[in-house]
């Protein structure tokens, strides 16, 4: 039955509106996601404990979680199927911001403010829940299939802004050489791409994304202070 009452019939088109807007975008970010980044090797004894933490906090709808192979232990044994310089060197930026003389596996790193070893949940579980007390300060952030739209805020300086492909899958990885020599080492969201959008400033910005290179990789956006600088926002399609 259709209402005669205008304000209704206003009320209810400005509902469907609102939908129809919502249906357009893969994301916008209420509640941000903590973000639980994890540095392992397939080279290294030590790791699968962290893996398998990573994987658990995976399934969790307020962290994103995310594993990144580096490279140097590659030299030792067994090359990381999925490790890059590239991820190399955004521990080491880490390790930087942190005070870190060295980098090391496994290593958690949260919101980009604190690390871990992060072979239990334990050790990990109060990173968290301090990371979710605390205020980001960053942007907004929309996530639409080929573009990201970030709000304005009062952050006060040059951000950057990241774009990250990651498997949401639990993928098993047999070694056949190294530490783990005869191991099947089970991995989730393993980053694919990490892309440098561009600065943000504070200001409400768009930027353009390009197509994924896998159908079934998931798309993130992070807004992160500086290299090894803490993540201001987040959001995952």
Same mark, same amino acid.
Not at 33 to 57: D, H, I, K, W, Y
Not at 75 to 98: C, M, N, V
Not at 135 to 141: D, F, K, N, Y
């Given at each position: %039955? ?8 206003? +009320? $209810?088109? @400005?509902?469907? =509106? /609102?939908?129809?807007?919502? !249906? ?6 209420a509640a941000q996601p903590v973000v639980v980044e994890l540095f392992t090797s397939q080279g290294c004894s030590s790791c699968p404990p962290a893996n398998a933490v990573l994987a658990r906090l995976a399934d969790r709808n307020d962290i994103l979680a995310l594993s990144f192979g580096v490279t140097y232990w590659d030299e030792l044994g067994w090359k990381d199927t999925f490790a890059s310089p590239q991820f ?25 403010? %604190? ?8 050790? +990990? $579980?109060? @990173?968290?829940? =301090? /990371?979710?007390?605390?205020? !980001? ?101």
């Amino acid at each position: %039955m259709i209402s005669s009452n205008p304000h209704i019939r206003f +009320v $209810a088109s @400005l509902s469907l =509106a /609102a939908t129809l807007l919502i !249906g357009t975008s893969a994301h916008v970010s209420a509640a941000q996601p903590v973000v639980v980044e994890l540095f392992t090797s397939q080279g290294c004894s030590s790791c699968p404990p962290a893996n398998a933490v990573l994987a658990r906090l995976a399934d969790r709808n307020d962290i994103l979680a995310l594993s990144f192979g580096v490279t140097y232990w590659d030299e030792l044994g067994w090359k990381d199927t999925f490790a890059s310089p590239q991820f190399t060197k955004r521990q080491w930026d880490y390790a930087h911001a942190l005070h870190h003389a060295s980098v090391f596996t496994p290593q958690m790193v949260v919101q980009g403010r %604190m690390d871990a070893v992060g072979q239990s949940e334990s050790e +990990v $579980a109060p @990173l968290i829940h =301090a /990371a979710e007390a605390r205020e !980001g300060g960053g942007p907004t952030i929309a996530l639409f299939p080929d573009h990201v739209d970030l709000s304005s805020s009062a952050f006060a300086g040059t951000a950057d802004v990241w774009l990250i492909r990651y498997d949401p899958r639990l993928i098993s990885v047999p070694v056949h050489r190294g530490e783990n020599g005869s191991r099947s080492l089970p991995h989730r969201n393993v980053v694919r791409q990490l892309i440098r959008l561009g600065p943000w400033t504070g200001r409400a910005a768009r930027f353009d994304l390009a197509m994924s290179p896998d159908p079934s990789l998931r798309t993130a956006i992070l807004v992160q202070a500086g290299p090894g600088g803490a993540i201001l926002s987040a959001a995952r399609g």
